[in-house]
């Protein structure tokens, strides 16, 4: 199985459990790793035959831009519902960073794998 990566997706959104977290924007941090098979992209040159990355990243803004989960958990497991079942895909690793949540520590967040792997 091949692996399409779209890493260091900022997204703004409503996010966390206190009540100030509730009344403002906080951005959430996304890499992805999706499982594909860019054999027949590779040969055709052709965008319809790969997973499009640019439409990924256009979804997942509008998704989660609108959404307003109160944790990282349930906004990780949508994302990954929204790859896989959307774009095709049969594996997604979702890692989700809720940077500055936790003082002093830069990241903190979930990393979650979903689907089928393929070797």
Do not use: C
């Given at each position: ?74 906004l990780a497991e949508k994302v990954a ?13 979702v890692r989700l960073n809720k940077q500055g949540a936790v003082r002093g ?15």
């Amino acid at each position: 199985m091949d692996i399409i990566y779209l890493n260091d997706l900022r997204i703004d959104t409503v996010i966390g459990i206190f009540d100030w977290e509730r009344r403002i924007r906080q951005t959430v941090v996304f890499d992805l790793e999706m499982g594909a098979d860019i054999r027949k992209a590779a040969a055709s040159d052709d965008i319809a035959d790969t997973l499009n990355y640019k439409a990924v990243a256009k979804r997942l803004i509008q998704f989660v831009s609108e959404s307003e989960f109160q944790l990282v958990e349930t906004l990780a497991e949508k994302v990954a519902a929204i790859i896989l079942d959307e774009f095709d895909v049969p594996w997604v690793r979702v890692r989700l960073n809720k940077q500055g949540a936790v003082r002093g520590a830069r990241d903190v967040g979930v990393i979650i794998e979903r689907g089928r792997r393929e070797h």
